[in-house]
């Protein structure tokens, strides 16, 4: 290969056919798999296989996109959304999640990693789709298939580290990696320092390739408080401008997930923000875990769930726009007052979330089915974009335990890692705990996450529950609009909550609520009597 500039190499071999697998072998030394290959069909640790990504025919070609506005989330894992765990099988469902009212899926990580399952946050094959789920043609007719069911498709991609296993990038070139910043989980990615220019290039052609190749609409980036970045442009605003580009006049969205809820990252670029379209809202999970769990440890200690967290979140955005955390023992979030509710995602359930419960139960195991449903209506018709975890609008019975497939010195560490991490909330961190924490490496405990798609019949009263709320959603412009300023309300008890939402229509009240034993009854609008006990109410005025 000849030299070229910034420390590139090209060459040209002719017999490199779709299919024809490769090494690059650096300075007489070991051969490696190629960092950039579009398919690794022995995993990260074998060749690299050419991939000619035009000869799959298309069928979306009348396919407008999808802006984040007016859409609901679904969290998908492929490799326990079906017993298969495929990308053919996903596709059969579909039509199924269309009908039940979403609209858009979010893929949890696909690029390559090593092993038989994992969440695939240890990616290291970037441009990779992970074979385990089939072959890249594959996810292509998984996204044309949900094209044609009206399903926009967006991907979570990694960032902020790569994986330990698999990962040669430091042996092309040390530049890729930085010791400037400390990283929670591996090397930091060299965004700013010297020689950074191509590894901001190799990113920001990752984000455009999976929207040009793959006809993705959009991306979720993980973790962006470890993406460190002091350049002029920070990547993160790079990447979502390359998003548009690739996307030749398709809408996308972009949003991420960002620890220290920086407003900043879902303002235009113009007005010195970084760009994005929205961004997860942990706040709202965390009052909502406390309102229905009653959890109160580690960073749900910064919250009451009490009715006055959930106005505050539905009118505002972040419950903490710079107020001091407890927990953190500093000023948490920035201000987020000018931000339109379509900004902020919102969920009672992700990956993270189910898996931080200790035993990765789902919710409707931790709390009651009443107080369930009434914060489940307020999740679904709320002003934000709501998302859903796989299997949470059954009320899947599966767990979602936090799973990797490493080699076994590897996999130690990893164990060892898990338990740390789940050792902030005092009630995991006993030996008793510690000790029935599940194996991450256990094929079984992979096999035990994946969803039962039968329970939909057999759970059809929380199935139905789902639909017909999204249905509300969907086809009552109150419920759908999205409107800055269009929603206030009154907090009137700890657990009663009124939501007035402005509309030029004539007053049409509605309420949800549930009751649980315990202190005085409060009142619930809307009925003509109070209920039995302790309520967790939100009652709707559509004005």
């Not at 930091?188 to 190749?213: C, K, M, T």
């Amino acid at each position: 290969m000849t030299p070229q500039d910034d420390g590139y190499h090209a060459g040209l071999v002719p017999q490199a056919a779709a299919g024809v697998r490769y090494r690059y072998r650096l300075g007489g030394r070991d051969a490696f798999p190629d960092p950039a290959s579009r398919f690794q069909p022995d995993g990260p640790h074998g060749p690299s296989q050419v991939v000619d990504p035009a000869a799959f025919v298309w069928r979306d070609g009348q396919w407008p996109g999808v802006g984040i506005e007016g859409q609901v989330i679904y969290e998908m894992h492929i490799g326990t959304f079906t017993q298969e765990g495929t990308w053919a099988a996903a596709g059969r469902e579909l039509a199924e999640l269309a009908a039940c009212g979403v609209t858009v899926i979010e893929l949890m990580p696909v690029a390559d990693f090593p092993g038989r399952f994992g969440w695939g946050y240890d990616g290291v094959g970037l441009f990779a789709p992970v074979g385990i789920y089939g072959e890249p043609d594959d996810m292509r007719r998984f996204v044309d298939e949900a094209h044609s069911c009206g399903l926009g498709v967006i991907l979570d991609v990694v960032y902020n580290h790569l994986g330990p296993s698999g990962n040669y990038l430091g042996q092309f070139s040390a530049d890729y990696f930085t010791s400037k910043y400390a990283n929670e989980w591996g090397q930091a990615i060299n965004f700013d320092g010297e020689h950074s220019g191509p590894v901001r290039e190799l990113f920001q052609a990752n984000a455009a390739y999976w929207v040009a190749e793959y006809h993705i609409d959009g991306l979720r980036l993980d973790a962006t408080q470890q993406m460190f970045d002091d350049s002029p442009e920070y990547i993160v605003t790079a990447i979502a401008r390359q998003v548009r580009q690739a996307a030749g006049g398709r809408k996308t969205f972009v949003v991420a997930e960002n620890e220290a809820q920086d407003a900043n990252l879902a303002r235009p670029a113009a007005a010195g923000g970084s760009g994005l379209d929205g961004l997860w809202n942990d706040d709202f999970h965390h009052a909502a875990m406390v309102a229905l769990a009653g959890r109160s440890e580690a960073y749900y200690s910064d919250y009451t769930g009490k009715a006055q967290e959930f106005l505050s979140m539905l009118k505002y955005g972040y419950l903490y726009q710079g107020q001091r955390s407890a927990w953190q023992n500093q000023r948490r979030g920035t201000p987020s007052l000018d931000l339109p509710p379509s900004r902020f995602v919102l969920y009672l359930q992700n990956h993270d979330q189910v898996a931080n419960s200790g035993r990765s139960e789902r919710m409707q195991f931790l709390t009651s089915p009443g107080r369930l449903r009434a914060v489940t209506a307020l999740l679904l018709l709320a002003p934000g974009t709501p998302m859903l975890f796989q299997g949470q609008e059954f009320g899947a019975s599966a767990p979602f335990h936090f799973f990797s497939d490493h080699e076994p010195g590897l996999a130690g560490l990893v164990r060892k890692g898990r338990a740390k991490s789940l050792q902030q909330f005092p009630s995991l961190a006993t030996r008793e705990m510690r000790a029935s924490f599940p194996d991450p490496g256990d094929p079984a405990v992979f096999a035990s996450c994946k969803l039962d798609l039968s329970e939909r019949e057999r759970h059809r009263p929380i199935y139905d529950l789902h639909k017909d709320l999204l249905r509300l959603r969907r086809e009552d412009a109150v419920f759908g609009s999205q409107t800055p300023g269009g929603l206030d309300g009154s907090a009137l008890a700890e657990e009663c909550l009124l939501l007035r939402f402005f509309w030029r229509r004539r007053r049409r009240p509605a309420a949800t609520g549930q009751s649980r034993p315990g202190s005085a009854p409060a009142f619930c609008p809307g009925t003509a009597a109070r209920p039995a006990g302790r309520a967790f109410v939100a009652a709707v005025v559509v004005e």
